[in-house]
């Protein structure tokens, strides 16, 4: 076990927490509930960010900047908005050393500011779609929190549509939430549930959320994106109107769309063991990471050598050399295993002889000589067979710790212990609020992919149509 990490099975909270501190992903700040993201944590995001916006600027978006500052009277447009995020506001009312006029929010979310703009930007049809995503920090005022799943400020996306139609806008919605699942599943090579939230659960403002629900690795469910039809609201709360086609004056459709920094808690908790980080190589800052062998110096010489000569036209981004030499190797191993690196190359004077290296896994541990012709080919093959290896093994998880249930009782001893289960429920907001307060747990989405099946509200017993996911959740 690696130095300082508490195991999974001791403490499972802890070793979360473990984990984010040694794997060199974050740390606290003085602030309580902000966080320090780590260079490690910082090089994941930034590959989430690369590769998301990549997918982003595929289906047609463009990236703009939004102010952090929004007067707080815009927060109150929007009824059911300003309900559910005014809890969570952090409010500047002093600045320039007075107080101000109009208190500021900090941006919790974005849609007032930007639809208080749309209005200046949207007169006619011709000016539909605008299809805009913003890179941003927000802040959400929690009182519990933890590092990457829940801080107060946090890094996100945030995608901001207007459409002419309401289908127009149901299809991007749609789109964006299969866009989520393409990129958790094929990068972060986390299995999704994709489907639809609850009233209760949806978006504050919006007609309906769709969402992607991940299980963790001790069963609890983490959301992982969401994708919101906002229907004409905040054209409404804004006053923001197009002339159609037809000539007449009608108020704009939207949807909103995010994922954030909790993805990053996602890949902790979806593949992290307890010698620290495991980071699936389509999101790694540091693909290979080569450790020399070596005691005298004309042994240095030797093995640093091989190692230059047969990485010189590598891309820098996709190994480093780590030549430190106030360091013995075997701190070099664990050094960066707890950070997470995919492959480690170790190379030695009796490798050089043989012209071998020796390459180890993260994953599983696994060794094995591999010739020095054609390594990087091999690197690059191993690279993907774990990038698989560890959707698999999450897919096998998930699909072993989902279970259908058909009575209530049976569901209340089962529940605390992880899982997700597919239960009948009547639809009704009573039946949704009784068992999130006997059970701690909530529904966590309508699955898009649901049979229909007739049967009976596990709750109250009233008819139901199709199965939906309940679980204990982040
Ligand atoms: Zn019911």
Redesign the pocket.
């Known amino acids: 076990m690696a130095k300082g990490i508490t195991k999974r099975s001791e403490d499972y909270a802890q070793w979360y927490i473990d984990v984010v501190l040694k794997g060199d992903m974050a740390d606290y700040s003085p602030v309580k509930g902000c966080m320090v993201i780590k260079p490690n944590g910082y090089g994941v995001w930034e590959n989430i960010q690369r590769n998301l916006d990549r997918m982003f600027k595929e289906t047609g978006h463009v990236n703009a900047y939004f102010p952090m500052f929004i007067p707080e009277s815009f927060l109150k447009k929007e009824a059911e908005h300003v309900e559910g995020f005014a809890p969570e506001c952090a409010v500047v009312t002093h600045a320039g050393g007075k107080q101000l006029e109009e208190p500021l929010v900090i941006r919790p979310t974005s849609e007032t500011i930007i639809w208080s703009t749309y209005k200046n930007w949207i007169s006619s049809h011709r000016d539909l779609p605008i299809l805009i995503n913003q890179w941003a920090n927000v802040c959400r005022w929690e009182m519990r929190t933890r590092l990457f799943l829940r801080t107060t400020e946090f890094l996100w996306q945030e995608g901001h549509t207007a459409h002419a139609t309401s289908e127009e806008a149901e299809e991007e919605t749609w789109r964006m939430v299969h866009v989520y699942k393409r990129f958790a599943e094929e990068f972060m090579a986390m299995p999704v549930i994709a489907g639809k939230k609850t009233e209760q659960e949806k978006f504050a403002g919006a007609l309906h959320t769709y969402c992607i629900e991940a299980m963790m690795q001790d069963g609890k469910a983490l959301q992982s994106g969401t994708s919101h039809h906002l229907g004409q609201n905040f054209a409404k709360a804004f006053d923001v109107k197009f002339q159609d086609v037809d000539e007449q004056l009608k108020y704009v459709y939207a949807t909103s769309w995010g994922v954030s920094t909790r993805l990053i808690g996602g890949i902790i908790m979806s593949h992290s063991d307890d010698n620290g980080m495991v980071i699936p190589p389509r999101l790694a800052p540091l693909p290979v990471v080569w450790v020399p062998i070596y005691r005298k110096e004309e042994e240095r010489d030797l093995v640093l050598g091989h190692a230059r000569k047969l990485t010189r036209d590598w891309d820098p981004l996709f190994y480093k050399i780590d030549d430190r030499d106030q360091y013995k190797p075997g701190y070099k191993f664990a050094d960066w295993e707890v950070k997470g690196v995919p492959l480690r190359v170790e190379i030695g004077p009796r490798d050089c002889e043989k012209n071998e290296v020796v390459v180890v896994r993260r994953d599983t541990g696994a060794k094995a000589s591999v010739a020095m012709t054609g390594l990087r080919e091999h690197l690059e093959t191993m690279l993907d067979e774990i990038q698989r290896g560890l959707f698999a093994a999450a897919k096998k998880r998930m699909d072993e710790n989902t279970f259908t249930l058909d009575t209530y009782d049976e569901y209340k001893q089962r529940v605390e212990s992880g899982g997700f289960f597919l239960v009948h ?2 639809g ?1 907001s009573a ?1 949704e609020t009784q068992l999130q307060d006997e059970t701690r747990s909530t529904i966590r989405c309508i699955p898009f992919d649901a049979p229909e099946e007739a049967g009976r ?1 596990m ?2 017993g ?1 008819p139901s149509s199709r199965r939906i996911v309940a679980a204990q959740s982040y």
């Open positions: 429920w009547c009704s039946c509200c709750v109250c009233r």
